[in-house]
């Protein structure tokens, strides 16, 4: 059949409107999880309906491809949606970063005492600076900070309690036993392998595809428990939790947010990998797969980023 010169507008659906949703409830389950005696029972709704929304959503469109009704006009169409989608996505990093860079860059040093001194019209004595210079009296303003300015002022009122160590570079001599590194070489030869995957599918040869993919699937599975290991270290040795002040609500809202953006990621390439052991894709028609392997370099360079920022620099 061909669609050259046509363009094939589906049925209505009320998947749209699940997914709203199924998002809707996961955002709701995901505040209420985060307060002092929350549940996570809202959320795993609200991610179950994702999921089966998303089954049958990708389920409708590979079926429309297979059946050859989609035009080059309507692939075009996914093409800049997903150029659109991992914008916003980098917009929503860029965020994230933004906070990071005002609570380090501006934040820390105006409670730390610039603020204070700032507001003397002419140079001020050393005496004055010490009277004015901290808003917490006994905090000294430093990144990563594990002592809060709540503690400073009185540690058993402290609602935040900085932790005993950070996540920050740890030298030379412990390099080889620093997870994040070995995040990054995982994640890094994850995206090598994907490369590799999508040459051999462009050759036409099949089985160094699936060959490839799959072992960049393991390669993100393998990611996302040594960041699982990670959060475990942070918690029970280094004290680092959400309760840690600025520094661990900016850690671990940076870090998790990353690895859910890392399993998603994961499912889009074992569900183009599970695609490719049923024949789908060739070489001039595989954007289902090319689609997760672009998304997949964005995830990698954005852990780059916050490799060098949250950790090495941090």
Sequence with gaps: MSTEGSYYVPEQSKLPLLAALGMGTMAVGAASWVIEGGTSTIFLIG?????AV????????????TQGIVSDQLKYSYVLGMYWFIFSELMFFVCFFGSLFYVRVLVGPWIGGEAAIGLFDDTPTDAAIANATHLWSGYDATWPPLVTPDQAVNAEAAKFVGPQEAMSWPGLTQLLSWLPLWNTIVLITSSGTVHVAHHALK????????????????????????????????????GLTLESGIYGTTFFLLTGFHGAHVTLGTIMLLIAFLRG?????????????????????FVDVIWIGLFIIVYVLG
């Design 47 to 51: 991610t179950a309906i994702m999921a």
């Design 54 to 65: 998303m089954y049958k959503w990708w389920s409708v469109v590979i079926e429309e491809n």
């Design 203 to 238: 050759e036409g040869n099949r089985k160094k595809f699936v060959q490839w993919l799959g072992l960049t699937v393991l390669l993100g599975v393998f990611f996302l428990f040594l960041q699982a290991e990670e959060y475990i270290h942070a918690y029970q040795e280094l």
């Design 277 to 297: 052991l049923k024949g789908h894709f060739n070489e001039s028609d595989h954007f289902g797969f090319e689609a997760a392997a672009w998304y997949w370099h």
